[in-house]
């Protein structure tokens, strides 16, 4: 016996109204919506009826708003006002809209000359409400839709720009206020210049500037960046020109607002559990995003005293003005341009200064922007971005401009055996903390009371000793609060050792590769760790008086203080470079299996290029909590790097991420370290990154390049780094530095 039919009879039995409660999204020729009632889409996403934006005011108004949304969010209207609740919304046989106060027509839609044989008006899930004929599901052919003419809202799927076949723009604009939808005087625009530029406009007047589309973003909004929530694309071609966003989950609830009452554009998007509407991002952010803020050859610095300043050799067109804060007349030139005087004119640095994006890195960072003389600021386009750290006097203590001569006063101090064993308790086992490549490390404490890390290179290390001191001369220069300091050294017949500060948290390794101890490391400390890295290399690489290539970049050289500040150790196979030198070649390879370059591993080439790649894995290791090497998942493949690179391919790369990292990571911030980390690691040496680039891409959130194929292991390749490694190497297990004598 069949059971369904008869429920089913039992339930029209008991709720007779069954039947009349399905909501309609629909109307069709003869059939009207008036006051009370409403269409409802078909999954009952929004719904469109008649509404008051003002309690005190019998105007209503033909809108739609979010159909679950408690607190009614109306993302369009109709444009004209009803007095009292006699509205009325019919589709009339030539598929036009009408909206009646009783016999009076408010407000009525205009049909792109399509006839209809039957047309019927529906309210879709999207949002839109469209006429159609009632067999046409293709959505070009609607006869009208609401999506054409947008209110203050712009919901995914609708477009902002033109049709250029109509000439009709597709505008975004306010209401004139929250109780009054009618449209205000503030609106997105996309003006058609040669590059088109979106504008926020404030009626005639540009307030905003959005900016033209790059390729991969409005050049206003370098912030607007792929992001978790949405997807946004800008189409250019002989019929249109439009800028449309869709979101990524169905689940997510969101929209694009342009508010008179503020001024402003939010993203927001609806917070389900919390029940309401959070702000996802606003235009403007600040004072420097007003267009012309500060008028022609002005720059606006948000943090400086003034927001104003006239480049270097202008002054303020109007002082008077200037000095009430009204900078809009610009700058002036003090002397005019003399083109004959080659050398006089050229180019200006511009420097502005910003916050570090996150209260964990707490670095104040001094973006250089270049700019051709001659060119408005505001509306010239940047030409490159370079950051720098900002120097203080701790940072940097010898200054590579320092002049000559007094290199002889730094010596180093070199500290008596005697001084050391007592330190060390003659070497004991209970103080040896460490067996590094170059031979055991041991913890000490000097009279003062000062704790001191000893490193007692192995007799065999098979360096002279005037080669040793020299070299030690040279490191103890480096002063930087990223590496680690070396306090002097001792050098006692074969015996060589290097006495460096005592790390009290010590190696990074300890605590990343230990399931325990990782979890006293959340993401934000380890993005500082990840930046203070970085920037210890910007010193080596760049900014230091020697260009130090350190060739031994791993998690176990770099050292974490008490306050877990990253200070990279281990300057013993660190190579010197003239500071024009950009490549070296060596016939003793040596370094880290799992860290080193591929074109170093297998030809000896190494570079500020290598260390770049070193970088990258460790970069990677920070954030998995895994050893590139030992990293095996079921033959997938062969290291963290490969593994990385083919979920990076599948969209998949935040899996990676270290579990007890997983509550304390900003994804967006994760996922831009492992792009970073692959641009490191790629095979070829001229495609990675330099150092400087690196911190800079760390401490913005501009556009980064598509990382190619990672070096490594390529797979076939004779020349490989594993076929060279399994003939010359030392392989250790232990993860410690290894020597190979090349034998070519
Ligand atoms: C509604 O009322 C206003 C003023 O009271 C009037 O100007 C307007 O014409 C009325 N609208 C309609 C559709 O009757
Ligand atoms: C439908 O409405 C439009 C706008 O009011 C009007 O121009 C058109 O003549 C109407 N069509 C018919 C058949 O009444
Ligand atoms: C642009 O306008 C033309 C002419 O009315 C129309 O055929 C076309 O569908 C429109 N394009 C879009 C994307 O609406
Ligand atoms: C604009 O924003 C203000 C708050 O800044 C809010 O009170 C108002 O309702 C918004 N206006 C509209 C039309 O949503
Ligand atoms: C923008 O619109 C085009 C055409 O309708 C569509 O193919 C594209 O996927 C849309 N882009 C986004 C990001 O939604
Ligand atoms: C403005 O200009 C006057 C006269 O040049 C000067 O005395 C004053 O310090 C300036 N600053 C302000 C804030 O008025
Ligand atoms: C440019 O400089 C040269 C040499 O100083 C001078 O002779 C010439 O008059 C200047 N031209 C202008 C336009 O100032």
Not at 232 to 240: A, D, M, V
Request: proline content about 4%.
């Amino acid at each position: 016996m069949d059971i369904l039919p008869l429920l089913i009879f039992v339930a029209f039995i008991l709720i007779p109204s069954l039947k009349v409660s399905i909501a309609v999204d629909t109307i069709a020729l003869s059939q009207s919506i008036s006051d009370g009632m409403t269409l409802v889409s078909q999954h009952e996403k929004f719904e469109l009826g008649f509404f008051s934006p003002d309690e005190n005011s019998n105007k209503r108004y033909l809108g739609i708003w979010y159909k679950n949304i408690p607190q009614q969010t109306v993302v369009w209207v109709a444009n004209g006002a009803i007095n009292g609740s006699s509205g009325m919304l019919t589709v009339n046989s030539t598929g036009n809209l009408v909206l009646k106060e009783h016999d009076k027509v408010v407000w009525y839609t205009t049909t792109s000359g399509k006839k209809a044989q039957n047309p019927v008006a529906q309210l879709l899930d999207s949002g839109s409400l469209v006429v159609r004929d009632e067999s046409e599901v293709d959505s070009e052919a609607y006869l009208w839709q609401s999506f054409d003419y947008p209110s203050d809202t712009t919901l995914p799927g609708m477009k902002l720009g033109w049709n250029l076949s109509t000439g009709m723009e597709w505008r975004m604009t306010s209401w004139k206020s929250p109780n009054d939808p009618s449209p205000g005087d503030f609106y997105w625009g996309l003006l058609r210049y040669n590059y088109p530029e979106f504008y926020m406009m404030k009626g005639t007047k540009k307030f905003v500037r959005v900016g033209p589309w790059n390729g991969l973003h409005f050049s206003g909004i370098p912030d607007q960046k792929p992001n978790p929530i949405s997807s946004f694309s800008y189409t250019s071609n002989k019929r249109e020109m439009y800028y449309n966003y869709s979101l990524k989950s169905e689940a997510v609830i969101s929209r694009m607002v342009i508010n008179q009452t503020s001024y402003m554009s939010f993203r927001y998007i609806w917070m389900a559990n919390e029940q309401f509407w959070k702000v996802y991002k606003s235009l403007p952010k600040d004072n420097c995003d007003y267009y012309a803020m500060c008028g022609a050859y002005g720059t606006c610095m948000i943090t400086g005293a003034h927001i104003c300043q006239c480049l270097q050799g202008f002054s303020p067109k109007s002082p008077q003005a200037w000095n009430t804060s009204d900078w809009r007349q610009g700058c002036v030139r003090n002397k005019p341009l003399n083109c004959t005087e080659k050398l006089k004119d050229g180019f200006v640095k511009v420097e502005e200064k910003q916050e570090g994006h996150k209260k964990e890195v707490m670095t104040i960072v001094t973006v250089t922007i270049a700019i051709i003389l001659g060119m408005l600021l505001i509306g010239c386009y940047r030409i490159y971005t370079t950051l720098r750290r900002r120097t203080e006097s701790s940072d940097i203590i010898h200054d590579q401009n320092k002049g000559g001569g007094s290199e002889d006063d730094h010596d180093l101090p070199l500290l008596d055996l005697s001084t050391i064993v007592t330190a060390t308790d003659s070497f004991s086992i209970e103080n040896k903390i460490g067996e590094g490549g170059f031979g055991p490390v041991y913890k000490g404490k000097l009279e003062s009371g000062q704790e001191i890390a000893v490193k007692r290179l192995s007799r065999s290390s098979g360096q002279g000793i005037k080669e040793f001191k020299n070299e030690v001369k040279l490191i103890a220069k480096l002063q930087h609060r990223n590496l680690v300091k070396l306090l002097g050294c001792c050098v006692q017949e074969q015996d060589k050792m290097l006495v460096y500060e005592y790390m009290t948290n010590r190696s990074l390794d300890r605590l990343i590769f230990d399931d325990t101890k990782s979890k006293l490391l959340d993401w934000p400390k380890r993005f500082n760790i990840i930046c203070g890295i970085a920037r210890g290399f910007v010193y080596l690489h760049q900014d230091s008086r020697l260009r130090i290539i350190h060739r031994d970049l791993k998690a176990s050289n770099v050292l974490l203080d008490d306050e877990l500040n990253p200070k990279i150790s281990d300057f013993g196979i660190a190579r010197i470079f003239g500071r024009d030198q950009i490549e070296g070649n060596t016939k003793r390879v040596v370094g880290t299996y799992g860290y080193m370059a591929p074109e170093y591993a297998a030809d000896g080439l190494f570079s500020m290029k290598s260390d770049v790649f070193s970088f990258g894995v460790l970069l990677l290791e920070i954030i998995s909590g895994k050893r590139n090497r030992g990293f095996y998942l079921e033959n997938r493949s062969l290291n963290l790097v490969t593994h990385t690179w083919s979920l990076w391919k599948e969209g998949r790369a935040l899996e990676i991420i270290d579990s007890n990292i997983k509550d304390s990571c900003v994804q967006s911030e994760v996922l831009r370290c492992i792009h970073i980390s692959l641009l490191c690691v790629q095979q070829h040496a001229e495609d990675r990154p330099v150092m400087p680039s690196v911190v800079l891409m760390l401490g913005s959130e501009s556009e980064l390049a598509q990382p190619k194929e990672p070096g490594f292991y390529v797979k076939g390749d004779p020349g490989s780094t594993i076929s060279i490694l399994s003939r010359n190497y030392i392989i250790s297990t232990n993860e410690i530095t290894i020597t190979l004598l090349e034998a070519r």
